[in-house]
């Protein structure tokens, strides 16, 4: 089923296409991965063949504009709410896959109950959670997925554990509840994990195609602008902190309220 | 109009949302609305129709903002600390123009307040609950019938207008039994639904964006004028009350939902007694009938704002006088029953009786 395209008068097989973004310039910070997760879900869509069957729903915080970039049809959420949207368009249109792109403020704090709840039920959406231990968007205050010592614009100190608890790791929590089918955690660092989280994203979109249950991809990823670092040095942060706090990998790969 | 059933306010409510056709209904149970939530749970996984009950009333509107955004019908009902932590949700939805139908079955505050019928949240319901410049459709039944006719009005008007439609009811209207037959001749309006997020963007061209959002300040100022323009259209098209024996009053009674049943009583006692007294139910409180209640403060004395509350929709109608003739307010709170009598001796006094 190779595409093939004629130039000069001598035809090429196109190995690669730039995926049907929509045609706007990303928000995104240098260095920021979000922009990738965006592109990678667009690649999913466009290599399923799937825009007319895919939903999906923003977030409040850097993903806020993510309905400007993904092309198919989306929703906007309030704070934390992305879930309870998801399962209120997942119960109406169940042959659609529908999706959320959340970060870890409005994932893991201000939306934890909808999270829970959705995965708890076994919602059949695919939950793309974007961790960078921070709230991004405002400035870089500490979120429940802050590391120990961490300092960010509200923990000047470091987070001090005694009194904030510790990182919420939301995927140990959710892998626990029958209605999860999929839970991972995947990073966007270098080329072999950028193509490990496509798989991921493939997975969990097909999961939620075929109403096997809640997918729920973590992506452990970085915030240049939020930690206060050039793009280089937050991959080095990226990679020496985020990755050993939250290590990487499929926690459950089978599951779903029979 | 066929058979007649005897039902509660809550079932008959639920009953008339299957027969309008609803596509879907989130939930969270709460006195004195509970009866809602446990009908809808029998009725809709039976016949396919989506059912939740929702962690929270938080969760329950936003599933109500994401299905209600696939063209679908879609409703909510609660009571009110319930609504009160829908407020977020209802002001995204109205700014996005979602079309859905919620329910306030009232009960008494201000807190966790107290599980009798109470009319105290006539401001939320009217003034904007949430953040912004927005309007709910608030429709006001008066007894289990009606708590059934309105929910097909209501999802109509949602339909019309893409805009959330609120039945302020409350905890005695929900609870109390009498008889109600549901309509059999309700053929759902035509409804234009390609502004919805259902997929299909080959089709239209183009992604559906459901967004409440406007960074920049004239997109803004633009959405708000939008909203600005289709409510005049509403206010202009879609008040509506009751008259009761206005024609030849000194003295006009206004009141909605209960309230209006017993004041309806106290006009026939007081006739009874010689004194000129009518009554103006609003039927909707936003849009408000201030017009009519204008056009009879050239003919009445003064009016009695009567309501299960310290007086709030009173605002209303002083704002519709233009302060010309006295307006004065006779209520109850903590579910306590408006007194016939009372209102009565209250009334003497205006006119001088």
Same mark, same amino acid.
């Given at each position: ?18 995926? $049907? ?13 979000? %922009? ?68 870890? =403020?409005?994932?893991?704090?201000? %939306? ?26 405002? =400035? ?17 100190? %470091? ?5 904030? %608890? ?40 097909? $999961? ?51 | ?13 639920? /009953? ?9 209904? +989130? ?12 009908? !809808?749970?029998?009725? *809709? ?9 929702? /962690? ?26 319930? !609504?009160?932590?829908?407020? /977020? ?59 059934? @006719? ?11 207008? *893409?805009?959330?439609? *609120?039945?302020?009811? @409350? ?12 309509? @059999? ?49 509403? /206010? ?16 006009? +009674? ?64 002083? *704002? ?20 016939? @009598? ?12």
């Amino acid at each position: 089923m190779s595409e093939t395209i004629t130039k000069d008068g001598q035809e090429f097989e196109v190995v690669w296409k730039k995926p $049907n973004l929509q045609k706007k310039d990303m928000h995104y910070c240098p260095g920021c991965a979000h %922009g990738t997760l965006e592109k990678l879900i667009q690649e999913v869509i466009d290599e399923k063949g799937i825009q007319d069957r895919v939903i999906g729903v923003a977030p409040v915080g850097c993903a806020v504009f993510a309905y400007d970039y993904i092309n198919c049809d989306m929703q906007e959420a309030a704070h934390g709410r992305a879930c309870a949207l998801a399962t209120g368009i997942a119960r109406v249109l169940p042959d659609k896959a529908v999706f959320t792109i959340q970060g870890d =403020g409005d994932l893991a704090s201000i %939306g934890l109950a909808e999270t829970l709840h959705a995965c708890n039920r076994g919602e059949n959406i695919a939950i793309f959670f974007y961790n960078n231990a921070i709230y991004g968007m405002t =400035g870089g205050q500490m979120a429940p997925t802050t590391l120990p010592g961490q300092v960010t614009a509200s923990s000047p100190d %470091g987070r001090d554990c005694k009194l904030s %608890g510790m990182p919420l790791k939301v995927a140990d929590i959710v892998k626990e509840f029958d209605g999860t089918c999929y839970v991972t955690r995947q990073a966007a660092n270098n080329a072999v994990n950028v193509r490990k989280l496509k798989k991921a994203i493939e997975k969990a979109i097909d $999961n939620s195609l075929n109403k096997r249950g809640t997918s729920f991809v973590e992506l452990v990823g970085n915030c240049p602008s939020g930690w206060k670092m050039t793009p280089v040095d937050s991959y080095k942060w990226w990679e020496e902190n985020m990755l050993k706090f939250y290590p990487l990998g499929d926690l459950k790969t089978e599951g779903g309220i029979k | 109009m066929a058979e007649k059933y005897l039902m509660k306010g809550n079932e008959a409510l639920a /009953e008339a949302a299957i027969r309008a056709g609803i596509d879907g209904y +989130f939930g969270y149970p709460i006195t004195p609305q509970s009866e809602v939530l446990e009908y !809808f749970s029998k009725w *809709l996984p039976r016949k396919g129709i989506a059912y939740v009950q929702a /962690e929270s009333e938080v969760s329950a509107i936003n599933m109500v903002y994401g299905a209600g955004a696939c063209g679908k019908r879609i409703m909510t009902t609660t009571s009110s600390p319930g !609504f009160s932590l829908m407020q /977020e949700g209802v002001s995204y939805i109205a700014c996005a123009q979602i079309p859905c139908v919620l329910v306030n079955v009232q009960r008494g505050g201000p807190g966790l307040g107290t599980i009798q019928p109470s009319q105290g949240d006539y401001f939320q319901a009217t003034k904007g609950g949430g953040h912004g410049d927005y309007r709910l459709i608030v429709l006001t039944p008066n007894s289990v019938q009606e708590q059934a @006719d309105m929910v097909y009005k209501a999802f109509d008007l949602s339909e019309k207008y *893409l805009n959330p439609v *609120l039945i302020l009811s @409350d905890g005695a209207l929900g609870q109390m039994m009498e008889t109600v037959e549901f309509r @059999d001749d309700y053929k759902k309006p035509a409804f234009d639904a390609t502004w919805a997020s259902n997929g299909g963007v080959a089709k239209r061209g183009k992604p559906v964006q459901i967004t409440s959002l406007f960074i920049e300040p004239e997109r803004m100022e633009a959405k708000n004028n939008e909203l600005q323009a289709k409510y005049k259209l509403i /206010e202009e098209n879609e008040v509506d009350y009751e008259l009761y024996h206005m024609e030849d009053a000194e003295l006009g +009674f206004i009141a909605y939902g209960l309230s209006s049943r017993i004041a309806k009583k106290a006009v026939d006692l007081a006739r009874e007694q010689g004194l000129k007294i009518g009554l103006i139910r609003p039927k909707t409180v936003w849009p408000f009938p201030a017009k009519i209640i204008k056009e009879y403060s050239k003919k009445v004395k003064a009016y009695m704002s009567i309501e299960m509350s310290v007086g709030q929709m009173i605002e209303d109608v002083k *704002l519709a006088v233009e302060c010309k003739i006295p307006v004065e307010h006779y209520g109850k709170t903590g579910g306590i029953v408006l007194s016939t @009598d009372e209102i009565i001796a209250k009334a003497k006094k205006m006119i001088g009786k």
